[in-house]
Nanobody, 124 residues
Framework: QVQPVESGGGLVQAGGSLRLSCTASGRTFSRYAMGWFRQAPGKEREFVAAINRSGGGTYYADSVKGRFTISRDNAKNTVYLQLSSLKPEDTAVYYC?????????????????WGQGTQVTVSS
């Protein structure tokens, strides 16, 4: 079992960058594929990016491809999401999730553990 905890959110101007971190407690972090999701006010939670447990495979939503980068450091029990070229429509609460599987998934129903989220606000 792992408990993800996100950090790194904040207020940034359009075109700016942020790096989100998600640190998960427990000794078995490397057994979990990890994903990032986001939820804007009045909208459903949507997939952003995911990475398999080895870090060798990643997948992105079309809306963030080329602007966001997911990575992980299993020695630090941490997964990162680098956000670049931010747009106002990227404003949302960003959630980190863990899936007890070697492989990433884009369906939030297939994740087992969730963090509390971190707010990202992009001003125009």
């Amino acid at each position: 079992q792992v408990q993800p905890v996100e950090s790194g959110g904040g207020l940034v101007q359009a075109g700016g960058s942020l790096r989100l971190s998600c640190t998960a407690s427990g000794r078995t972090f490397s057994r979990y594929a990890m994903g990032w999701f986001r939820q804007a006010p009045g909208k459903e939670r949507e997939f952003v990016a995911a990475i398999n447990r080895s870090g060798g495979g990643t997948y992105y939503a079309d809306s963030v491809k080329g602007r966001f980068t997911i990575s992980r450091d299993n020695a630090k029990n941490t997964v990162y999401l680098q956000l670049s070229s931010l747009k106002p429509e990227d404003t949302a609460v960003y959630y980190c999730a863990a899936r007890e599987s070697p492989f990433w998934d884009y369906d939030r129903r297939n994740y087992d553990y969730w963090g509390q989220g971190t707010q990202v606000t992009v001003s125009s």
